[in-house]
């Protein structure tokens, strides 16, 4: 009911526009928090167990869950890209908009696979700089997945800048590290339909 194929849009932005997105995530007043993990916050119950030296990045969140705008002082720079973003995918309400950013390694990390969120949303990947280590789709629901924990790829997306990629964020994912650039930068955001709301609301009747 709330599934959705993956979906590539080029260009998604005017370039005037993802320019100055680019300025400012690679400038120096722009503020990265690191995690450990980047694929699970430390509550996650997977956190410990996927445990690498790789696993670490860096984010910057513009919005929380609930359609809320956290002190982020770049928040209202980029509520045009998450708006436009969720009347693309005909959503209603945002859960989470963060910048994510992964550093070089020698081999191509591919981070652990997650599901963004367990209720049926809409995930997106905006593509910010030249780089590369693809993003990595799994059809499958992190409840399904195999104990062996080997997945099978439903479908890879190479970076490019300026790039979309629309995807159901409760299917299991990842992104995996650069190897010809110092750094990959994405803007990752997830949205909500009404329908789902209002079917969770009588759900609870």
Request: net charge negative; glycine share 2%; hydrophobic share 30%.
């Amino acid at each position: 009911m709330f599934e959705i194929e993956p979906k590539i849009i080029d260009n998604f932005l005017s370039k005037t526009y993802h320019a100055e997105i680019l300025n400012l995530l690679t400038s120096h007043d722009f503020s990265w928090s690191y995690s450990d993990n980047i694929s699970f916050p430390k509550e996650h119950p997977n956190a410990d167990k996927n445990n690498n030296l790789q696993d670490y990045g860096f984010s910057h969140i513009f919005w929380d869950k609930g359609n809320r705008r956290l002190e982020s002082e770049h928040s209202s720079f980029i509520t045009p890209l998450i708006y436009k973003i969720m009347d693309t995918v005909e959503c209603d309400f945002i859960l989470r908009a963060r910048a994510d950013m992964v550093t070089w390694s020698k081999d191509g990390y591919i981070h652990p696979a997650h599901s963004d969120f367990s209720d049926p949303n809409i995930s997106s990947v905006f593509y910010v700089n030249e780089t590369d280590g693809d993003t990595i789709l799994y059809n499958i629901k992190p409840d399904d997945a195999p104990k062996d924990k080997v997945l099978k790829e439903y479908k890879r997306v190479s970076p490019k800048p300026n790039r979309l990629v629309i995807h159901d964020g409760s299917l299991l994912h990842t992104g995996s590290t650069p190897t010809k650039h110092k750094s990959r930068i994405i803007i990752n955001s997830n949205y909500i339909k009404q329908e789902y709301v209002d079917h969770l609301h009588n759900k609870a009747k």
